[in-house]
């Protein structure tokens, strides 16, 4: 998987994650809330995450 570099992440778990390096392998993620209105950031996350496949 390609690292992009404007995407920095540590999420090893999910599918796009690029391996060696702490960056998604996306060109592109959606970033959501779950409670609305957010007040800390422990309420937004990567709505473009996917398990990875074991
Ligand atoms: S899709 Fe989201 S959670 Fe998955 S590697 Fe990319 S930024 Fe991280």
Avoid: W
Avoid at 12 to 34: F, P
């Amino acid at each position: 998987m390609n690292a992009n570099k404007n995407i920095g992440c540590n999420v090893s778990e999910c599918k796009y994650h690029a391996g060696n390096e702490n960056y998604c392998s996306l060109q592109h993620i959606n970033i959501v809330h779950h409670n609305h209105p957010a007040k800390c950031k422990e309420e937004t996350d990567c709505g473009s995450f996917e398990p990875r496949n074991r």
